[in-house]
């Protein structure tokens, strides 16, 4: 049997202590699995005196992460600590600049400076492996990366925050206010004292990045998507989804058109008869969309230390194997730049939720408007849905819901425009995008 | 570059000629994803002159997949073919001894010969690869041997037969009568016209026989597996289910007890809100427990030929990048033998339709018997459920639904005979086994 795999850990949270633990557990797996011994030798912390539930006695200790990535007998070096900036980009950089494999849970490192940790391990012939850091659990990386190897992939989409679907799905299944689930959620660890970086979508946007560059060979580029958070959505435009046949999902969805690869985040109507409508909770999930072939979705825990932890491993176990991978799946000097897809041209249904005053003609204007911009309609419900505000009510305005066929954003921010100026409904008119399954 | 791979493929039936088709479509993602090219070289069918639709000429034609297999040239075979027996499985045999690697669809061939097969890919150090043998462009086969390969699995199960779980969802929302269904399962091509293989369960055995050789390190052995097909469901059950928050869905089921692995295939009862009840129709979708970590769940085409060529696609792909894993995700040498877990032993929860005849006492006498082994309910339903049949509704008899808390197979056989002696119930009891998720 060939040595063991020695292994230097950068980051003791909950995921590091996890890792280290799994690793001392599954040790006879690993073994048989891989065809060789993987250990963890050596450790990097802030706290050296914290107690993590494991034992890291036979461990040698560095106080300074990038000393521990360019430490003679590592092979790997597994970077925890999280965040785009040094410590962790230095680290990485050590660790690849010195020849070792990097595995890495840090999706904003990754949406960063992604490309360039790629070329750099490219060139030192080294591994960079993220599973961890898209989706938790989901072997959704790999999976990208190997099972679509030869399948070009039209559309991949999923549910990538945990937090984000906690909150919808509690305001859909108990009728509550955004705000009052974000406490929730906040109460239950599963948002952080600030929550703007997960529910204004851009935690999602940095997964997206990493999986768009998965699928389609675009340069990793947060800045190219769409971001639209979900801190907008009411109880109204839900129990309207619902009555309508949809949910409501925080998506990151990446496309492929004919204008080049269209990424976005954004609050999204999904069939409830999609398997992604059928997730519920902090549980992520992603749809893959290959040519020719119907979806394939992958479903689980999108969080959490041991399921983290559990990706970081097949990693490690990756590198013990000798598999080397492009990291982004393909050279970095095949990867294609991309540009942020103007949301003009996005083409697709429209979900409109209209507060119209109830005053004759009301209904012909909208409809007017609409047909000006050649928008057709597929539904349009007048009747006061359930989970209208006490103020709706008051006011004496008639919701007015409407769905429209495909049509493109530029007609419905034009027609939206035109039934302002007219003066027939209050307040701003809610615009949610369907996703077609 | 590295010099293209250079492709055998024995069998151009649908996936052998979507696989031709797809090398030669996405020849340049091929060469970027893999680092060389790839090139079907040679090909073998019985028919010579038959369109297939894709262009053969430039590839050298066999008669003999043995010959074939063992041609120079030729890196990988790929074999299509299908069959527990010869040619396939001398030609396999044929490859993996001229130190080729094998991609192979088969997963009659490697439920039958798998731990020999593996044996001699071992011993020449060539890849058998067979992502395509389960549940067809789901990626289950890699992510149990990558993603899990430091993570103990608890329980792998699965929706692994297209054909029954078409019939039963037709059976569920239109509630017709099984034979109605595979009737038109069979008109629409989605049966043979034998169809007892896969509506006895059969075909989900050979792939939950391959799933738990690679979850649990046994050795895959169809005939240690307990199996019972789908065709005493009556519309019945599936209205007692849909009242109850059951979906009832054929399930190849392999867990991990104290007493070693259970592995067995048999209508389920499923409930609702789980990712599996979602599954409707021909799609496939397999669930995976694993130790400390909520499941994980893969959705998406069990069959076809575009679906079934993207899997063997990808596993040609791995060949060409030189990945080369144990088949079964450990050496041969290390997996262990399994024996057939005697279904009486089995635990887990109860649905018991039985048709008491409407006298006093008798659900009484009923109650007694079940108790009299310790078995405690959960519900029971003893109002006319929807779909009874009319022989039910004329008999006079009162149909009772049960639906048991964990308890053992011997006590609610044991029960059940007890009933019948009691002469309370008229015809036989239906006991479908429940499924926790």
């Known amino acids: 049997m060939t040595e063991s795999l020695k292994v230097g850990v950068a980051g003791l949270g909950t995921v590091g202590a996890a890792l280290i633990a799994q690793i001392v557990r599954e040790r006879a797996m690993l073994a048989e699995r891989c065809g060789r011994g993987i250990e963890v030798v050596a450790v990097c912390a802030r706290a050296r005196n914290k107690d993590r539930g494991v034992d890291l006695r036979k461990m040698k200790w560095f106080d300074d992460p990038i000393a521990l990535a360019m430490a003679p007998g590592i092979d790997v070096f597994v970077e925890l600590m999280g965040g785009a900036g040094n410590p962790a980009k230095a680290a990485v950089e050590a660790a690849l600049a010195s020849g070792k494999a990097v595995v890495t849970a840090n999706k904003a490192l990754l949406a960063k400076h992604g490309v360039r940790l790629a070329a750099l391990a490219e060139k030192h012939k080294v ?195 000798g598999m080397r991978l492009p990291p982004f799946g393909r050279p970095v000097a095949r990867l294609n730049g991309t540009s942020k897809a103007p949301m003009q041209r996005h083409e697709g249904g429209y979900y409109i939720r209209l507060l119209a005053r109830d005053k004759p003609g009301t209904a012909a204007a909208i409809a007017t408007r609409l047909a000006e911009q050649e928008i057709s309609l597929e539904s349009i419900v007048q009747r006061h849905p359930k989970g209208a505000s006490e103020a709706e009510t008051k006011s004496g305005a008639v919701p007015v819901i409407l769905i429209t066929y495909a049509t493109t954003e530029d007609a419905v921010r034009k027609a939206l425009a035109a039934v302002g100026r007219d003066r027939v409904i209050s307040g701003r008119p809610q615009v949610i995008r369907i996703e077609k399954n």
Chains 1, 2 share one sequence.
């Open 127 to 321: 591994a960079l492996n993220f599973e961890a850091a898209v989706a938790g659990a989901i072997p959704i990386v790999r999976t990208v990366r190997e099972e679509f190897a030869g399948n070009t992939i039209e559309r991949i989409y999923g549910i990538l925050n945990g937090t984000c679907n906690y909150i919808l799905t509690r305001m859909e299944q108990e009728g509550l206010a955004f705000d009052e689930c974000l406490k929730d959620a906040q109460r239950l660890g599963y948002a952080e004292a600030d929550p703007s970086f997960d529910i204004e979508g851009h935690d999602t946007a940095q997964k997206l990045a990493i999986l768009s560059s998965l699928a389609f060979g675009t340069k990793v580029d947060e800045s190219a998507i769409y971001v639209e958070g979900i801190s907008s959505i009411q109880p109204a435009d839900i129990a309207a989804a619902d009555e309508l046949g949809y949910r409501v999902k925080l998506l990151g969805v990446a496309v492929r058109t004919a204008k080049g690869v269209e990424q976005r985040v954004h609050p999204t109507m999904v069939r409830k008869d999609s398997a992604i409508a059928q997730v519920m909770g902090v549980t992520n999930a992603v749809t893959i969309d290959p040519r020719g072939i119907n979806p394939i979705t992958l479903i689980g825990p999108g969080a959490g230390g041991m399921a983290t932890a559990a990706s970081v491993l097949s990693d490690v176990a990756d590198v013990a194997r």
